[in-house]
């Protein structure tokens, strides 16, 4: 009969495909970076190159010879954003090729879900520009690394441009702001701290939340016309960048005074949109697209001139790109770290790593001699915070490039910190967990 | 010829009603019951709890619960995701701030919640039928969709709208390791499924089999639809929101209202049509089809790409595992619509007289 013929066949090609696999990338001397992408989904524009820029510099630092000689072996798994594939991705590749050294998983749901996993499995989280605010807070947050930057950050730094755009903090009185979001958590992490400025500084925030995966904002830009705010900061992903700032030429509403994230502020938001998002700025998480830097000629040269590339190679160096390539970066530098105090050319451990990722230091000299000039800024982590750096550039998109609009900002401790200690206090009594002391910090 | 019950005379009543009336089912089903229990645990890895077996033990609970709705009473619903969510986010509410309530009380609450939500959005089922009745419970997915992201109480005020919880305990156990988990999560099942599949061969089970047959032909022998109908979107919204609870607080541990989305409940419809409408069995058939299955292709096809020589990409992947997925699908549902359950029983029956067929 055909289907039994057909599905024994299916049986023993299955089987003996078991039974061929390479055995689990055990070898000895490799660290093992799980890769959590989406490559395929609503938001697969974005996930790629991000995914892309992040595969690309692990092969990067293995043509150099890897992290003191240690050899990085990856994985990639497809979450496709949704948070219970990006938890089965997680429990797959925690064990493998020795333990995964550390998880970065490009969605704040799926941060939220491991942020419950992550201090049970020790193996620490990397949220580079995105995750929970609060958990910068590295005494209640052990595990959590949201590096270089937190949503809180990036709305405190969109209302700085925006004092300076109308002439100091006292002409923001009575001015109205507008959120478009992403209804989701990404989406709600910046409502506290625009309300608390807003109070502040006596501007209105006007909340328009877009649902996923933000295709349909006809009745949002309505109510942006009806009301007419001063400006629209816009925080979305994926195919909503593109669609609202579509709604926005539609319904007239000028760009130059819309300001997204920085995860709404790459090529694929724009490039469709091309000149009707002229005037469009953007956060950047220090870096915008990068395509004269040294670390995209080494990628290029080491990488892609092999054909060993992950992506077309004209999108080497977009923004995204880049924000993949300096996340895996982050992750390397910590393992870097961690061996020079457990052992330097050994294979570090979740644990290892982390202390790694908590004692970062990265000055501008290292970052110059490893290609990172005039893309980012200095990195200094400890144990009470985090983050490591708070620095943001605006960037502005001319029609066919961004161009770098703004000097640099940082955000205001004086606002976030009070914030985030009152965040993550909150969330160690729900949870029960005892902050970790400085002495305990010192170990 | 081991599978025949030549010999097995049934002399009581009792022994000719019970759920497995041949001996070989009955051990059958008590071995795979002692093995679950007993033998997984020793066998497993961390990996397979937690990303197969927990979540393939919840969605067959929440498709036992789809199957007594659809299956056995014949109310098409769209709103299982909704009712599940109801579930979660209230034993949440009841977890956290009803203080030292026992983790098992909140889950039963959650799910009495969601029965409650059930039987509310149940009152359209008196007027329409089908597809309109489909299309009405879908209004519960957008209302608790909404409800759940806009009010913020329920989330308990989190900033981000996303709610977690931790330290997990029923009496004195702590529900900490996957097996842990693994164990609650079967012990609800089997005690849920046994119930069903008992209300099944009851009173009420009749009634709604009688209202999903033919509902006026039922009205005239004496069966009040209102009952039927309304009992039926309890239950099963009781069963789903357990299953909700469970998802939320056991599986995820931390969750957003996307979780609960649209395509849960596609999915745990798809769920009860593939594995058989109508049979408690097909639940678990179902869920194992729609749970497993996709991540099974999502890792066996690199390898099998391997053996041929061939590198596919994460990419490339995902995209054949829907394809593959979908094929199986449109397959199973010409080669045997009325689900995997009925392969299975007509499995049974050719065994009964193999090897010796007529």
């Not at chain 1, 998983?105 to 193996?123: H, M």
């Not at chain 2, 045997?336 to 029983?345: D, K, L, V, Y």
Request: net charge positive; proline share 4%.
């Amino acid at each position: 009969m055909k289907l039994q013929q057909l599905v024994l066949t299916a049986a023993a090609l299955a089987l003996s495909s078991l039974l061929t696999a390479p055995p689990a990338l055990a070898q000895a001397k490799e660290q093992f970076f799980p890769v959590l992408v989406y490559r395929t989904g609503a938001y697969a524009p974005n996930g790629t190159q991000w995914a892309n820029g992040y595969v690309d510099y692990l092969k990067l630092v293995n043509a150099k010879g890897g992290i003191n000689g240690v050899r990085i072996s990856f994985e990639e798994c497809e979450t496709a954003y949704a948070t219970d594939r990006g938890v089965e991705c997680y429990e797959r590749l925690k064990g493998k090729g020795g333990g995964a050294t550390v998880f970065q998983p490009l969605s704040t749901g799926v941060t939220f879900a491991l942020t419950e996993k992550a201090p049970v499995d020790k193996i620490p989280l990397i949220t580079a520009g995105y995750g929970r605010s609060e958990s910068q807070n590295g005494a209640v947050f052990t595990w959590n690394f949201p590096l270089l930057g937190t949503y809180w950050v990036g709305a405190d730094v969109a209302v700085q441009h925006i004092a300076k755009k109308e002439g100091g903090v006292g002409k923001l009185k009575g001015k109205k702001i507008a959120l478009v979001y992403h209804d989701s958590p990404y989406g709600k992490e910046p409502i506290p701290i625009l309300q608390e400025l807003g109070k502040t500084h006596g501007f209105d925030v006007q909340l328009l939340p877009v649902a996923h995966p933000g295709v349909e904002q006809k009745a949002t830009w309505l109510q942006i016309r009806q009301q007419k705010p001063d400006y629209v900061l816009l925080w979305g992903w994926g195919v909503m960048n593109s669609t609202a700032l579509r709604e926005a030429q539609a319904t007239g509403y000028p760009r130059d005074r819309m300001i997204g994230v920085w995860w709404a502020g790459a090529e694929p938001d724009v490039k469709d949109v091309a000149e009707g998002a002229k005037g469009y700025s953007a956060l950047t998480l220090q870096h915008g697209a990068e395509p004269g830097s040294k670390v995209v000629k080494d990628v290029l040269d080491l990488v892609h001139a092999k054909g060993q590339g992950t992506g077309p190679k004209d999108e080497v160096g977009q923004v995204l790109y880049m924000r993949g390539l300096i996340s895996a970066m982050l992750g390397v530098e910590g393992v870097r770290k961690a061996q020079e105090r457990y052992g330097k050319g050994k294979v570090m451990t979740g644990e290892q790593v982390r202390w790694g990722l908590e004692n970062l230091n990265l000055d501008q000299k290292t970052l110059d001699a490893m290609g990172f000039a005039g893309v980012m800024r200095p990195v200094q982590t400890s144990c009470l915070d985090h983050m490591g750096s708070s620095w943001v550039r605006v960037h502005t998109w001319n029609g066919s490039k961004w161009e770098f609009t703004s000097d640099w900002y940082q955000a205001d401790e004086k606002v976030i910190r009070p914030m985030v200690m009152l965040a993550s206090g909150k969330y160690a009594d729900e949870k029960k967990i005892k902050p970790r002391t400085p002495e305990e910090c010192k170990k | 010829m081991l599978y025949r019950e030549n010999g097995q005379f049934r002399t009581s009543y009792a022994a000719d009603q019970q759920i497995f009336p041949i001996a070989q089912d009955r051990w059958a089903i008590l071995a795979i019951v002692v093995f679950a229990f007993v033998g997984v645990p020793l066998l497993v890895d961390e990996y397979l709890f937690r990303a197969i077996l927990i979540p393939f033990l919840i969605l067959s609970l929440a498709a036992i619960g789809v199957n007594i709705l659809v299956g056995y009473c014949g109310q098409i619903t769209l709103g299982a995701g909704a009712f599940m969510a109801v579930g979660a986010y209230a034993a949440y509410n009841f977890h956290i701030r009803l203080d030292g309530l026992p983790l098992l009380v909140s889950f039963l609450l959650g799910g009495c919640t969601a029965a409650a939500v059930g039987i509310f959005f149940g009152i359209p089922s008196l007027r329409v039928r089908g597809l309109y009745l489909a299309v009405a419970t879908l209004a519960a997915q957008f209302f608790t969709d909404w409800v759940f992201l806009r009010v913020p109480w329920f989330t308990n005020n989190a900033s981000s709208g996303s709610v977690s919880v931790a330290n997990l305990q029923i009496l004195s156990w702590q529900i900490e390791t996957p097996t842990d988990k693994y164990l609650l999560c079967l012990t609800i099942l089997v005690v849920f499924a046994l119930l069903a599949k008992n209300m099944t061969r009851c009173a009420i089970g009749r009634q709604w089999m009688a209202i999903r047959d033919m509902d006026v032909a039922a009205e005239v022998i004496g069966i009040r639809p209102l009952f039927a109908k309304l009992s039926a979107f309890a239950v099963s919204s009781f069963f789903v929101g357990t299953a909700g609870a469970l998802w939320g607080f056991v599986h995820l541990a931390s969750w957003e209202p996307a979780a609960f989305s649209v395509d849960r409940s596609f999915q745990l419809l798809f769920m009860v049509i593939i594995g058989g409408l109508g049979s408690i069995m097909g639940s678990f058939f179902g869920a194992a089809f729609i749970v497993i299955l996709p991540i099974m292709l999502n890792q066996f096809l690199p390898a099998i790409g391997r053996v041929f020589g061939i590198s596919i990409s994460t990419a490339g992947v995902s995209h054949a595992e829907l394809i593959i997925f979908g094929v199986l699908i449109i397959f199973f549902l010409i080669k045997e619509p009325h689900g995997i359950a009925r392969m299975w029983s007509t499995g049974k029956e050719k065994l009964r007289l193999w090897p010796f067929p007529h």
